[in-house]
């Protein structure tokens, strides 16, 4: 009996160490894939005209674990400028390279024809990465390696897809037998969920069918966070890794947020524990509490406070008097800094300085400051427009003013517009030059400033 108790024994320790084996081999591919997918966040940040933004990529054969390897050129990212696929309408059959950044295609204004969509329909990322680019990144992909098969494909999108675009992705892993590992930094704000209950489950739930659906296919969905692998967005501080759970998704938010209808400070919460005596204030980037409110028990939700603010604003949460135990990102203007004016008439070809556009906010002012170069001097007849997110595509505004209205500074001028609520869904600002003959509106991204959306603008964005 004591022989067959130790032959048990070891037989149990031998599982035991194999199990142990498989488990550490499958949390390492789950870091590489991390990895993979914060060094496409990382590499294309700069280039989002709005927050979300997607990564396609395919790695190429033999390529070594955790490691991007763009081919057969590295991105060339110029901050401020949208990135869209770089489909030829002539050659719609082969991309080429193996990664594409897009933001959305509002209205359709780019592909819209291309991918035949109904007018005014705004095209998702992740349709264009997967239904636009892949067949034509796979064709390239065949002939560039000589045949060799796609193996995984990584996507990733800032906001967890949309139900459609989950949809899109459930038809592509069916479609293509790939594994697909998709990466996203913010649970909530793509479908405007902060404060609502019931958006904020259907959200949730939404975000565990896609982990199901990915996993069963031998895929992973992981959360890429905005500062650092395995942090929730907007809460101050690194979460403990964990490896038998990499980039887990919590389910805890705090963020610094803006109601569109007044410009006022807002915060958006969910996950923490119930507590009457729990707060929320909001300090201002010196430290100086602004205001507070209490939160009354609730777990999750928004609170509007009477109170403006400017960049480096940010939100704490006390359970108590005693203990502050979150603290969220600051507010800097959704996340964007000047953005270039890629398309004015420069005195050379080659600017060492551009002329650059900022919105931002002062007060319950809608700002625009443009900051000065030496080789572009303002037209006295060009001028600068906000518009809605309906009008975006179009030459309509909801208001304007010319250029020699701005208050001049040392290096930029500016000006406060103001802020009414038909510009509640989202709004930006555009910059329109006269060339002597006409004024010149550029393109549907030209000379603009990123858009804000409600869902978009976020402290840590």
């Known amino acids: 009996m004591m022989i067959i108790s130790v032959e048990l024994k070891c037989v149990t320790l031998i599982l035991l160490s194999n199990i142990l084996c498989l488990f550490v081999i499958a949390i390492g591919f789950d870091d590489d894939h991390a990895e993979i997918l914060n060094k496409l966040k990382s590499d294309f940040r700069n280039v989002r005209h709005t927050n979300q933004y997607a990564v396609l990529y395919v790695p190429p054969p033999n390529a070594q674990r955790g490691r991007v390897n763009y081919v057969p050129r590295t991105p060339q990212i110029l901050q401020g400028n949208v990135i869209v696929p770089e489909v030829d ?19 359709g204004a780019v592909y819209g024809n291309m991918m035949h969509r109904t007018r005014g329909h705004t095209i ?13 990144m796979q064709n390239w992909y065949n002939e560039n390696f000589r045949g060799s098969t796609i193996r995984a494909v990584y996507l990733y999108t800032h906001f967890l897809p949309c139900p459609r675009c989950f949809d899109i992705i459930q038809n592509f892993v069916r479609t293509t037998g790939v594994r697909l590992y998709v990466g996203y930094t913010d649970l909530f704000g793509g479908m405007r969920e ?15 069918n896609i982990n199901n659906f990915l996993n069963d296919n031998m895929g992973r969905l992981l959360q890429v966070a905005d500062r650092g692998i395995c942090h929730q967005p907007g809460i101050g501080g690194r979460t403990v890794r964990d490896i038998s759970d990499i980039c887990k998704t919590t389910e805890e938010m705090l963020v610094i947020a803006m109601d569109f209808t007044s410009g006022k400070a807002q915060v958006w919460f969910n996950g923490f524990n119930p507590d009457y005596n729990g707060w929320v204030a909001l300090l201002d980037k010196n430290n100086k509490r602004l205001t507070w409110e209490y939160t009354y028990s609730k777990t999750t939700g928004k609170i509007t406070f009477n109170q403006y603010f400017e960049n480096g604003a940010y939100i704490q949460y006390w359970q108590d008097n005693k203990n502050m135990i979150r603290q969220s990102y600051p507010w800097k203007d959704c996340g964007f800094e000047f953005i270039e004016l890629n398309k004015l008439p420069y005195t050379v070809q080659n600017p060492a300085i551009f002329a650059a556009i900022k919105l931002t906010m002062m007060g319950d002012y809608p700002t625009v400051l443009i900051k000065k170069s030496r080789y572009y001097t303002p037209n006295s007849y060009d001028w600068v427009m906000i518009q809605t997110l309906a009008q975006i595509g179009t030459k309509s505004y909801q208001t304007w003013n010319w250029i020699s209205k701005f208050t001049h500074q040392s290096d930029y001028f500016y000006y406060q517009f103001s802020l009414g609520s038909q510009f509640a869904d989202g709004f930006r600002a555009k910059y329109v030059f006269y060339d002597g003959i006409a004024y ?11 858009i804000w959306t409600p869902g978009g603008c976020q402290g840590g964005a």
Request: net charge neutral; glycine share 6%; proline share 7%.
């Open 89 to 107: 309408s002539t050659n719609r059959n082969r991309y080429p390279q193996n990664y594409a950044g897009s933001t959305v295609d509002l209205n």
């Open 440 to 450: 010149r509106y550029e393109g549907f991204y030209d000379n603009a400033s990123p």
């Open 194 to 208: 902060g404060g609502n209950p019931n958006l904020e489950r259907d959200t949730r739930q939404r975000r565990n």
């Open 124 to 136: 998702h990322t992740e349709d264009l990465s997967l239904n636009l680019v892949y067949p034509a």
